[in-house]
Antibody
Framework: QVQLKESGPGLVQPSETLSLTCTVS????????VHWVRQPPGKGLEWMGI???????DYNSALKSRLSISRDTSKSQVFLKMNSLQTEDTAIYYC????????WGQGVMVTVSS | DIQMTQSPSLLSASVGDRVTINCKAS??????LNWYQQKLGEAPKLLIY???NLQTGIPSRFSGSGSGTDYTLTISSLQPEDFGTYFC?????????FGAGTKLELK
């Protein structure tokens, strides 16, 4: 069955770079898009970006200068890298599959703090 | 970027009530509007895609309508398991955007 699982550090220092991995199973990255969505504690959802089946990407305008999404199809993994982290980047980070988000991972909590 | 204005932000209702949640886009999104439900501590769940298509397994008391810039989610008869937060999401134009959410609570 379709599964997505996010992994990464739970704590990141301010100004450092966040690196997250989304490991998928049950489908091919070359046939499906994967999005990243985040949610600060107690707040709403923010669409961050997408990597499409062909490998092209699009990003949230507000994050575009700091964000990069890539993948390794042989390992069924999608990567998120975001630099210059600040406390307001503290959030649950989800990877999701679909033309629009449909299948979701469980999310990974990332805290930005010194 | 397309802004999604969702209303109300908080909705108090009782079991059996008919409730509506609205989403207004800052420009025409051609019915590329999804609705998600999120319960505390869980990932969002897709309820309706492309304005009025019920996702498999979602009860028929949920329905969606709209066109152009204005969209509505309706729950015909609220059930105890329907309480939570609802988000609209446009996927007509990049970058995609979510509404701010509507928290549906028990009156």
């Amino acid at each position: 069955q379709v599964q997505l699982k996010e992994s990464g550090p739970g704590l990141v220092q301010p100004s450092e770079t966040l690196s997250l991995t989304c490991t998928v199973s049950g489908f091919s990255l070359t046939s499906n898009s994967v999005h990243w969505v985040r949610q600060p504690p107690g707040k709403g959802l923010e669409w961050m970006g997408i990597i499409r089946s062909g490998g092209s990407t699009d990003y949230n305008s507000a994050l575009k200068s700091r964000l990069s999404i890539s993948r390794d199809t042989s390992k069924s993994q999608v990567f998120l890298k975001m630099n210059s982290l600040q406390t307001e980047d503290t959030a649950i980070y989800y990877c999701t599959r679909g033309v629009a988000p449909y299948y979701w991972g469980q999310g990974v909590m990332v805290t930005v703090s010194s | 970027d397309i802004q999604m204005t969702q209303s109300p932000s908080l909705l108090s209702a009782s079991v059996g009530d008919r409730v509506t949640i609205n989403c207004k886009a800052s420009q025409n999104i051609n019915k590329y509007l999804n609705w998600y439900q999120q319960k505390l501590g869980e990932a969002p769940k897709l309820l309706i895609y492309n304005t009025n298509n019920l996702q498999t397994g979602i009860p028929s008391r949920f329905s969606g309508s709209g066109s152009g810039t204005d969209y509505t989610l309706t729950i015909s008869s609220l059930q105890p398991e329907d309480f939570g937060t609802y988000f609209c999401f446009q996927h007509n134009s990049w970058p995609y955007t979510f509404g701010a959410g509507t928290k549906l609570e028990l009156k």
